[in-house]
């Protein structure tokens, strides 16, 4: 047991040395994690003796749960709302699509039986979430037309697609045929799914609001709890589990928590071991001894979904949405295949169902040609069709705008005697760019305006230009849109609440927020979300 520890710690040290060298080399880092756990099986250097199936299910499975809810929680609502029809469309149409003309390709021109060839499509048909965030946040891949949005909510919500074509073709190989029972497995699949994901997402948000968990850490841990809920609840009904992880992730991720920046911190490095766990034991799980065999035929079927089956999906159900040609040709070779497609294989071979052909080794050939051709070559394809954007930024989430925006909070005590002391903020000039955002007395915070007196002993919080963040100040973003009641209408008169908007960004210029400012259509509001402003400060402060 220790040996195998070590060489497991081992293992992890070597993904990570990896995947700062697959970085310069430009080959996606989740190739590396394949390689390494070849490297460590059967057939590789270290020759760990490994072909149990149903453990690898199950802790693939475990993985997949985290990479599936990390994928909805890191995709920013309000940047995928304009291409969400389009996402949708190609994570249901678009996965049966390219699931049925695959299926047609392998029956026609490889002659393999008909519902073995329609299982190969569906094992295959899906955009993997976990190869597609990997290239997009690794490579910095910034895309026009909210190109990587449209990829992002399409691969996070494809595979449970995929995973629901994969059941049902196993289940009429069975022979579980009927009209009647197929269509209550996909009724079963979709609807539970969805209410399941929303209704524990809502559960969540109802526990961590009302009860603050006071250790540091405890609220990830929660959150941990509640992905494993989101999947194993409706896979006990007979839902699909991987479509409630996502919904709950999106739900949460787009909701305002508090400590999100920690929230982030934790899952970024979780998924990141769960990626570096799932590929490496798929890995492991190989025998490249035996990929020549079904190199041929594999070979065919993935030269055929990356530049027929995928592109014709893509064509079909983007230009109906006037889809540039550009985009058309980034969405299609961006229809990377990856670990949740090996694992839908692993399904079907421990599946009762008869089958001619390793469909295993199958799709693990086709994932590694589709990452390593695909992944490598995408930012050229992007450049090529002129779709790469300097403006945005992929790695901008929801999640942490503490971090994102160019805010730095300043906290001081005002003492007996300070000039500021029993005057009211609107008589008192504060410092150039900056804000008053919050007033701390006693126990109590309090949401500063024009008339509120400051008193010795008082500790105020202002913000400015920098970078930073401090306890109790929660922010979440709004972006102005054409037709929005703020837009063109100075900030005196709008009405917020008990809300602040402490800066607004024009394009490239961060405007420090004043009443004479009037807003436009574009610009992206940071608010202070006060909504727990009489919870106890706990946090130690400055005098000055």
Same mark, same amino acid.
């Given at each position: ?60 499975? $475990?993985?997949?749960? /985290?990479?599936? +809810?990390?994928? !909805? *929680?890191?995709?920013?609502?309000? @940047? %995928?709302?304009?291409? &969400? =029809? ?120 109802? $526990?961590?609001?009302? /009860?603050?968990? +006071?250790?540091? !850490? *405890?609220?990830?841990?929660?959150? @941990? %709890?509640?992905?494993? &809920? =989101? ?314």
């Amino acid at each position: 047991m220790d040996f195998y520890l070590l060489l497991g710690a081992i293992a992890i040290v070597l993904c990570v040395v990896f995947n700062k060298i697959s970085h310069k080399l430009g080959v996606p880092v989740l190739l590396a994690f394949i390689f390494i756990g070849m490297l460590f099986g059967s057939d590789g250097l270290f020759r760990i003796p490994f072909d149990n199936y149903s453990f690898a299910e199950d802790i693939c499975i $475990f993985a997949l749960i /985290f990479v599936m +809810f990390y994928g !909805g *929680f890191g995709t920013k609502w309000s @940047v %995928a709302k304009p291409v &969400a =029809a389009k996402a949708i469309c190609m994570s249901t149409l678009g996965t049966v699509i390219t699931a049925g003309l695959v299926g047609v390709f392998c029956h026609f021109v490889l002659r393999i039986e008909l519902l073995e060839s329609l299982l190969i499509g569906s094992v295959i048909s899906s955009t993997d979430a976990a190869s597609v965030f990997s290239v997009l946040r690794s490579r910095h891949l910034n895309l026009k037309d909210n190109t990587a949005s449209l990829l992002e909510v399409e691969s996070g919500s494809n595979d449970p697609f995929a995973y629901m074509l994969t059941v049902t073709v196993l289940s009429v190989m069975n022979g579980n045929d009927a009209p009647g029972g197929i269509s209550w497995l996909l009724f079963s699949q979709v609807v539970f799914g969805a209410v399941c994901g929303v209704l524990i997402a809502w559960l969540a948000l109802k $526990f961590l609001r009302r /009860f603050h968990c +006071f250790s540091a !850490g *405890f609220d990830g841990i929660f959150l @941990v %709890a509640t992905a494993i &809920a =989101a999947y194993a609840l409706p896979q006990l009904i007979g839902g699909n589990g991987y479509l409630s992880a996502y919904i709950t992730g999106i739900v949460l991720g787009n909701s305002r928590l508090r400590g999100k920046t920690a929230l982030v911190n934790f899952f970024d490095g979780m998924t990141g071991l769960m990626q570096m766990l799932l590929f490496f034991l798929l890995g492991l799980l190989a025998f490249p001894s035996q990929l020549p065999a079904i190199a041929p035929k594999a070979l065919c079927i993935a030269l055929f979904i990356t530049l027929v089956a995928r592109p014709i999906a893509s064509a079909l159900i983007l230009f109906p949405f006037r889809a540039r040609l550009g985009q058309i040709a980034v969405v299609s070779w961006a229809g990377l295949r990856g670990a949740a497609s090996i694992v839908f294989a692993i399904v079907a071979v421990l599946d009762p169902a008869v089958m001619s052909h390793d469909i295993f080794h199958l799709v693990f050939f086709i994932v590694l040609f589709s990452i390593l051709v695909q992944g490598t070559l995408l930012p050229q394809v992007a450049s090529l069709f002129k779709m790469t954007d300097s403006s945005s930024d992929v790695m901008k989430t929801f999640t942490d705008y503490t971090a994102d925006n160019p805010v730095r909070f300043i906290r001081f005590k005002i003492r007996e005697g300070h000039p500021w002391a029993n005057a009211e903020i609107r008589s008192i000039t504060l410092p150039p760019d900056t804000l008053l955002v919050l007033v701390i007395r006693g126990k109590r915070k309090i949401i500063p305006n024009g008339k509120l007196k400051l008193l010795p002993g008082d500790k105020i919080i202002l913000s400015g230009k920098a970078i930073g963040h401090i306890d109790g100040i929660n922010l979440y973003e709004k972006v102005l849109t054409h037709g929005d009641a703020w837009v063109d209408m100075p900030i005196s008169r709008i009405r917020t609440g008990s809300d602040l908007i402490i800066m607004i960004k024009r394009g490239d210029k961060v405007i420090i927020p004043r009443g004479s400012v009037k807003l436009r259509d574009g610009d992206t509001l940071v608010i202070n979300d006060a909504s727990h402003v009489n919870e106890a400060w706990e946090s130690s402060d400055a005098e000055i």
